[in-house]
C-alpha cells in the first residue's frame, strides 16, 4: 500500500513598503535608497512577500497630513484599504511612525488605529516595533510618545521658517533671496541679485505684445508650439502657464508674498528685475479683461466689425452687429432690429468706413480730439484719489493694530477685518484705474499719418495718400484690434 503525502504551501503574508521624505533634496541623497532596503531585509528576515506595489510620497511633508491626500502615497494606501485591495493580515512597513504621520498626536493616532483595525500590522523597521489589533497599552505609549516627539520638531521648524520667511518680507531689499526665481531670472552667486535670462525674457515680452494685440491664451499657446519654442519647462506651452505669466507682477520687478499657500495682495516692488514696462502690463491687462466681457464671445478670426463694442442704435441704444447680406452687401445692424424689437434701419458699413476716412480722421478734427483728450485728467484723477484712499487705510490699519493689545477683542477683531476688507478692494480699484490710464494714454501716442495708415491697413483701402499695406489675416486681426 503505497503513501501518498500531500504538501500544502501557505502563501507568506504580503508586506507593503511606505518610503517618505518632505524634502526634494533628499532625494540626492540615500533616503529612498535606506528605507527601501530597511523593508527589503525585514521581509527576509520574517519570511514576508515584499510586494512590488510600494507606496511613496517624495518630497511630501506630513506635517498637514499632506502624505495622505488621495493623489499622494499614503492616501493611496489608506484608500486601498478602505476598497479591501489590500490583504487582511498584511503588513505595512515604514522607517519610522513620523514617516507616516507629523501632525498632531490625536490625529496620527486616529491614523495609525484605522489602519491596525483593517487586520494590518505596522513595522517601524528603525527599531523593529511592531503595531496591531494586539498591541499591548504600553506599545500604544510609546507610539503617542514617538508621534509627539515628531510633530514637535515639525512644528519648531515650521515656525523658525515662518520667522524666517517674516523677517524676510519685513527686510526684502537687505537679506539673503531663495533660489525660487521666476524662470526668465536666475540667482546670482551673491543671493541678492539676480540676471536675465534673454531668451526666457523674449518669450514672455512676446507673450504680453500678443495680448495686447489681441491674441487670447489658447491662441497664445498655438503660435508658440506651431513655431517650436519650448515652454519653461522645456515641454509643449499651455494655457494655464500663459495665463500665470500674464498675471506675474514679478514681470515688472515686484515679488508676491505667498503666507500659508496663498497668495497675499500685498507686493514688494524693485525685488526683481523688471522684464516689461509698467505700461505693458497693464495694457495687457486692460485688453484681457476686454476679451473677457460676455459681449466679447463670437468674435471672428479677422476681427471684422471694427466697431465692435462702440458702435450703437441711435433709437434704441443697443449694440450694432456685423451683418453681411452677401460678400458685398454688409451692414451694421441693430441687435433688437433683428429681434423685430428696433424700427432703425440697417446702415451699410462701407458708410461707417467713409464716415471715419473723411470725419473722424479729418486732420483738424483729429488735432482737435487730440487736445480735448490730452485735458482729460478725469482717469488720471481717479487714480490719485484712490493712492490716497488706499495709503491712508493702510496707516490707520497699522496705527490699530500697534495700538491694541487685546487682540481676543470682539470689536477690535472686527474693525481690523474691515480695515483689511477696504484695502484689499482699494487695491482692486487701483488696478483697474492703471490700466485705463495706461490705455488712455496709448490710444493718444500715435500721430496723425500713423493713424491714418492705421486705418488703411485695418479697413483695406487708401486713406489720404496712405495705402494699405497687404496683410494676412493674423495681421489684419491685430491692426483692426487695435484701430478698436
Known sequence: MTTIQSVVSLRSPTAYSYIRFSSAIQAKGDSLRRQTQLALDYCSKHSLTFSEQSFQDLGVS???SANTNEDNGLGQFLKALEQGVIPHGSFLLVESLDRLNRASVMTALRQLLTITEHGITVVTLIDNRTYNNESESTDII?????????????????????????????????????????FWLSLNEDRRTYSIIEHQADNVRRIFQMSINGHGAISTCRILNTEGIKAPKGGTWAQSTIKKILLSKATIGHHTHIIDGKVQNSTVPDYFPAIISEETYYLSMAKRKQRNAPNSAGRKSIFPNVLSKIAVCSSCGSPMVYDPKSPQWVYLTCREFKKGLCKNKPLRIEYIQRFIIEQYLHPQYFEEHTDLVKKDHSIT?????????????????????????????????????????????????????????????NSIRMNFRESCQLVADALQVEVYGKQPTPLSNEDLFKVRVKMN
Not at 516627539?149 to 539673503?176: F, G, I, M, Q
Open 62 to 64: 506630513a506635517f498637514r
Open 142 to 182: 510609546i507610539s503617542l510618545t514617538v508621534m509627539e516627539r515628531a510633530h514637535n520638531e515639525s512644528k519648531t521648524k515650521s515656525e523658525r521658517l515662518k520667522a524666517v520667511w517674516a523677517h524676510k518680507r519685513a527686510n526684502p531689499n537687505t537679506t539673503t533671496r531663495h533660489s525660487r526665481t521666476p
Open 381 to 441: 484723477d481717479k487714480r490719485t484719489v484712490i493712492e490716497g484712499k488706499l495709503e491712508s487705510e493702510k496707516e490707520a490699519l497699522k496705527q490699530l493694530i500697534a495700538v491694541s493689545s487685546d487682540f481676543s477683542n470682539s470689536v477690535i477683531l472686527n474693525e481690523i477685518k474691515t480695515r483689511s476688507e477696504s484695502i484689499q478692494s482699494l487695491e482692486t480699484q487701483l488696478e483697474e484705474a492703471k490700466a485705463l490710464s495706461i490705455e488712455s494714454v
